[in-house]
């Protein structure tokens, strides 16, 4: 296909983009805290009558026919938490929305503990849905009605979608938050460090939570489903530590990590996210590294197979070795993972952890190499550092301190990532082909 100039690919893209509003400290409340068993933090918000404050959308499996709704509040009666749903269709959905596009259904939520709290998270998964359609829902009593969309069977049409890592709670996620949300992506990725609630803070997880609850919206009212791996700050100990150790994360993402702390989502047979533990749950080497290599082979033919994990194979802040020469961050990445990703030319892995911007080179081996792979991050959502200088980091393209994030593009044949930061500058645009894998154009 013929590449389109950045001017008119940003301009048909990225129209509208403006400066964030911050929200300040007074949105959270402070009315449920003696409910919270958990160490001290941000207190949790006041329920809203119309929409359950934590209210979000996920995935277990099937991108195009399900849509799972989940969220963390009280106990409540079945009547209060059934989820009532309809298709969007007809000319005024196209106007605005929502319409009557169907009969309504109606699907039973489950219950379970969410840990270190007498709140439960509520959650109904719904299956049999048509791919790429619109549809509204209601919680429970509630009049309000929300929408979804689920993705399309095929990539007829561009798909786009928002990542990044590294979050909090602080007033630079939010504006981030309202920057993702502009992007008006399908969904978003958050590669680890969701909340820092360190595996602990219940309340932290909580303020997290509804911070993307209530900002992840798109322009028609469509919430955005969140897709999340594993770092180690959902984590007592950070590495190395047993399943229980994450206990807010699993609560929430264990629908998709039923089994292991890795996983696969396939959207259709033109999109696979490969959803990495980078060493907190599970070890690096081993059965992960077993499973990796038969994921990726059995999509080998998948146009786009995108991995994510948290600490990153070629880090812009931490060291690759120590100054005696020992193993630095991301070693395991590079000796287990990285030979995968090359053989079986994965286009783009995405990094997080280090609190930058980056870009790397197409490596091979750590070497630049036009038919390499190509590393993206390195987590700065809501944390940011200063970055090593590139001559210390000759794998290394690009990188700033900067609260950012990515909009990533796939359109025919090509993908483009987009670097955006908090205030909706555009920092960096790539373009990767499905085919080459070649950095096709890249500007600061």
């Known amino acids: 296909m013929a590449a389109p100039s950045r001017r008119s690919f940003l301009g048909a893209s990225f129209a509208g983009l403006a400066a964030a509003h911050l929200f300040g400290a007074d949105a959270f409340g402070a009315d449920k805290v003696e409910k919270v068993a958990a160490p001290a933090g941000p207190p949790l918000p006041p329920e809203n009558p119309a929409r359950p404050n934590t209210l979000f959308l996920t995935w277990h499996r099937d991108p195009t026919t399900t849509m799972t709704v989940q969220w963390v509040a009280p106990p409540a009666d079945a009547a209060d938490t059934v989820i009532s749903y309809a298709p969007v269709a ?10 009557d596009g169907g009969a309504w259904k109606t699907v039973a939520t489950t219950a379970k503990p969410f840990p270190l709290t007498n709140l439960v998270v509520h959650r109904a998964e719904i299956t049999g849905l048509t791919p790429g359609a619109a549809y509204r829902f209601r919680v429970g009593k509630r009049q309000t009605l929300h929408r979804f969309q689920t993705m399309p069977a095929k990539a007829t049409d561009t798909v786009s979608f928002i990542s990044g890592g590294d979050c909090g709670v602080n007033p630079h996620v939010v504006a981030n938050n309202v920057q993702a949300a502009r992007q008006d992506p399908q969904f978003a990725v958050i590669g680890g460090d969701l909340a820092y609630d360190n595996g602990k803070d219940a309340l932290t997880f ?3 939570l509804r911070n993307y609850s209530q900002q992840m919206v798109g322009k028609d009212g469509r919430l955005i489903p969140m897709v999340a791996c594993l770092g180690n700050h959902e984590v007592v100990g950070g590495y190395n530590k047993p399943r229980s150790a994450a206990p807010f994360f699993f609560a929430l993402f264990d629908g998709l990590y039923a089994d292991n702390s890795y996983a696969t989502l396939d959207f259709g047979d033109y999109l696979s996210l490969v959803m990495l533990d980078s060493g907190h749950v599970s070890k690096i080497g081993g059965d992960q590294t077993a499973w990796l290599e038969r994921t990726l082979k059995d999509r080998a033919d998948h146009p786009n197979v995108i991995a994510v994990g948290h600490v990153p194979a070629y880090p812009s802040f931490r060291a690759m070795a120590s100054a005696n020469g020992k193993d630095g961050t991301g070693a395991d990445n590079r000796r287990f993972w990285v030979p995968l990703f090359q053989k079986y030319r994965v286009p783009v892995v995405l990094e997080h952890h280090d609190h930058t911007f980056k870009r790397t080179k197409l490596l091979t081996d750590g070497l630049a ?4 792979v190509l590393y993206l991050g390195d987590g700065s959502w809501g944390k940011i550092r200063n970055p090593s200088p590139l001559e210390k980091l000759s794998h290394l393209a ?4 900067d609260y950012h994030l990515s909009l990533h593009r796939i359109q025919g044949a090509d993908r483009f990532h987009l670097a955006l930061d908090e205030n909706g500058r555009v920092m960096d645009i790539c373009r990767t082909g499905q085919r080459t894998r070649g950095l096709v154009r890249a500007a600061g």
């Open 206 to 208: 909580l303020a997290f």
């Open 369 to 372: 190499d036009d038919n390499g």
């Open 90 to 99: 007809g000319a005024l959905a196209a106007a605005f929305g929502f319409g």
């Open 398 to 401: 690009l990188s700033s301190r």
